[in-house]
């Protein structure tokens, strides 16, 4: 029976499907691999479910993947892919999420996207926001704000930071 919360996970080794989409796959733990799963996404999208994501999106540029066979075959693997995520506006697979998260925002008519972050999510969200056209604040620690809100101050985010929990005698 498929679990309630993720029914279509399936192993990335075996593509046995996973009753706890939590745990290692059993098959490959057998055979001493531990693999985690993945979700299998219909193509079309199954009613049942309703689509893959909250929001249509414009395609992107595929993430390159790199062969690695030597680790695959050390692992049991018939084939093992590195995924090259310098390609992404701010060199992370965060991008990702925050164009779904953005372009929903947009679905329901937001004027501006919040996010609280210490360092990527922020900037992703920041620079897919900005793609958008929407403005962005980004709550953060004084310390990452330092360091992220001149690199997104292009991106016209504002990084809040705040200084809680102050430390007793300051």
């Known amino acids: 029976m498929p679990h309630p919360i993720a029914p279509d ?15 290692p796959c059993p098959a490959c733990a057998d055979d001493g691999v531990a693999v985690n799963g993945v979700t ?4 079309p999208p199954d009613a049942r479910r309703g689509p ?39 060199w992370s697979y965060k991008d990702r999420l925050a164009r779904v998260a953005v ?19 922020g900037a992703a969200i920041a620079s897919a926001a900005s793609r958008a056209g929407l403005p962005s604040v980004i709550f953060t620690v004084a310390s990452i704000a330092l360091r992220c809100g001149p690199r997104s101050r292009e991106r016209a985010a504002c990084w809040c930071p705040s200084t809680w929990p102050k430390t007793a005698g300051r």
């Open 9 to 23: 996970v399936v192993c990335l080794r075996c593509a046995t499907e996973l009753r706890d989409p939590f745990a």
């Open 40 to 43: 299998r996404y219909a193509d």
């Open 52 to 90: 893959n994501l909250p929001v249509a999106l414009p395609p992107t540029e595929p993430t390159p993947l790199e062969p690695l066979p030597r680790a695959g075959a050390a692992i049991g693997a018939t084939s093992l892919l590195l995924k090259d995520e310098t390609g992404p506006p701010t």
């Open 103 to 121: 372009a929903h925002a947009q679905s329901v008519g937001a004027e501006v996207v919040t996010a609280s972050s210490s360092g990527n999510h």
